[in-house]
């Protein structure tokens, strides 16, 4: 027989019959035969079907190859692959992304086959610092899921108040973290500045001498106490006990005295 020449889009011709639905007798193209009387041959098509391999690219799971007939539209596997503190952004026919891009379970048509490599962004989470009555400006902080990062160093400043670290509640009844923390995110966060207010200078004894107020005691009930930066205009400093004998202690932060009271 003669070498085929015959073509049709997204077929291969896959040999001759002497019935066109391919039921009668088959022959292979270039095929040696005789005949006792005139025949007709008629071309055998099958239509193609590609392949697309799904690579996880540095995910996990599992996903099946998946087959498409040539010349018609599929929309291609839903992503099943997932990547620890990534989120899926589509398919590329490159590991790196600078190939062909699809999105997930796209519709499209094959003309070869092709292997897809899931692209992978890295989750960021963002934290918004609430000066809760304070005042100042703070940008928002990105921190990228898994990563280990120090929160931004606070800089509110509310008047007769001192900076008591931050809370997921504006009220302080949710997580508390403390100024320059080293957190780890799972997800959004507002942080809400917490405040303590300055103590009233007449719940101390003190002092005055040489321009400068040294506290001798306190005689309030409060859980936290701070010391005033000055009592009227004149700079403070410390020494002596605090109300029934306790002591009062050295300055912690920004004025703020506490502990052992």
């Not at 002497?18 to 040696?32: L, M, Q, S, V």
């Not at 055998?44 to 599992?62: K, L, M, P």
């Not at 026919?93 to 048509?109: K, L, M």
């Not at 409060?222 to 005033?228: N, Y």
């Amino acid at each position: 027989l003669y070498e085929n020449t015959f073509v049709r889009d997204n077929y291969k011709f896959v040999g001759w019959s002497t019935n066109p639905n391919g039921e009668g007798d088959y022959y292979a193209d270039k095929e040696k035969c005789s005949f006792n009387e005139d025949v007709t041959l008629y071309a055998q098509w099958e239509q193609i079907v590609y392949t697309i391999t799904f690579d996880a690219n540095g995910g996990e799971g599992s996903m099946n190859p998946q087959k498409m007939k040539a010349g018609e539209e599929q929309a291609m596997s839903e992503n099943s692959y997932t990547r620890e503190y990534y989120q899926f952004v589509g398919w590329n026919t490159r590991v790196h992304g600078d190939g062909t891009a699809y999105t997930n379970a796209q519709v499209t048509s094959l003309t070869d086959n092709m292997t897809l490599y899931a692209q992978w962004e890295r989750i960021m989470y963002i934290i918004k610092y609430d000066a809760n009555g304070g005042e100042g400006i703070m940008d928002e902080q990105s921190i990228a899921a898994g990563q280990e990062k120090l929160l931004s160093q606070n800089v509110y400043t509310r008047k007769n108040y001192v900076f008591n670290g931050w809370n997921t509640a504006a009220d302080g009844s949710g997580i508390a973290y403390e100024n320059r923390q080293d957190v780890t995110l799972q997800g959004n966060l507002t942080l809400y500045a917490q405040w303590i207010p300055v103590t009233e200078q007449e719940a101390f004894t003190y002092t005055v001498k040489d321009k400068k107020v040294t506290i001798t005691g306190y005689q309030g009930d409060h859980e936290t106490v701070v010391i005033p930066e000055t009592i009227d205009g004149k700079p403070v400093v410390i020494s002596g006990k605090g109300g029934e004998g306790k002591s009062v202690l050295g300055q912690i932060m920004g004025g703020l005295w506490g502990e052992g009271l």
